[in-house]
């Protein structure tokens, strides 16, 4: 699966860049060239940022499906328990 940035975030990160060379490097950095870096770290990085965070999202939703009779579970046949509990009031 090919990461996709919207415009706005590539042009985001792309002054984002620029900015990190100009108060880290000692020359600054085109948007051209900061637009190809992006493209490497987008292409070579990103996969395995984008693999962690399906893996995370799978580890979190599986424990909350594991979990869904905790959440969810109401026991059956209360009408005459409940009855009960208002008359006694």
Not at 13 to 31: C, D, L, V
Not at 39 to 68: C, H, K, T, W
């Amino acid at each position: 699966m090919s990461i996709e940035l919207s415009k706005h975030v590539r042009d985001e990160a792309i002054a984002s860049i620029q900015q990190y060379f100009e108060r880290n490097m000692p020359e600054p950095i085109g948007e051209l060239a900061a637009g190809l870096l992006l493209n490497y770290f987008v292409e070579e990085i990103g996969p395995a940022i984008y693999n962690q965070a399906i893996s995370d999202s799978q580890v979190r939703m599986q424990r909350r499906v594991m979990d869904l009779e905790g959440e969810l579970y109401e026991d059956p046949f209360q009408y005459w328990h409940k009855a009960k509990t208002k008359r006694s009031k």
